[in-house]
């Protein structure tokens, strides 16, 4: 989050960003617009908040891909495992048909956010 003060021609930028770029960017930003004399730039860096955006942003897309699943009764049955790291979401547990596991990666692959599905753990079983 960015917090500005304006005093006349003069800004004062704010809060906490995850990277010296972002803090970088945001005062150029303001350097930029007409108008504006001096940049005071006093966001802080914290390198942890980028991890924790993405930590939850691969539990959203966990999520998501869950609930899309639940939707199929196919797919609820294979009970596939759902994991996502740094949007490469991967799947696991066992089924009957690979076709199964391609209409899953399908589905998966159009959740917003995911970069790729691996599917190398999802075992084929055979009919017994």
Partial sequence: MIEIDTKGQDVVLSGKVSSEA????????????EGVK??????????????????????VITEYVRERFKKSATFEAARFDIKTENGVVELSGKTRFHMIVLEAAAVA????????????????????
């Avoid at 190398?120 to 017994?128: F, K, L, Y």
Wanted: hydrophobic share 40%.
């Fill in 22 to 33: 972002e803090k970088l960017a945001s005062a150029e930003v303001a350097r930029n617009v």
């Fill in 38 to 59: 001096s940049v005071v730039n006093k966001r802080e860096v914290v390198t942890e908040l980028h991890q924790a955006m993405m930590q939850k942003r691969d539990q």
């Fill in 109 to 128: 692959r159009q959740v917003p956010g995911v970069t790729t599905v691996k599917t190398h753990a999802v075992r084929i079983e055979g009919a017994a």
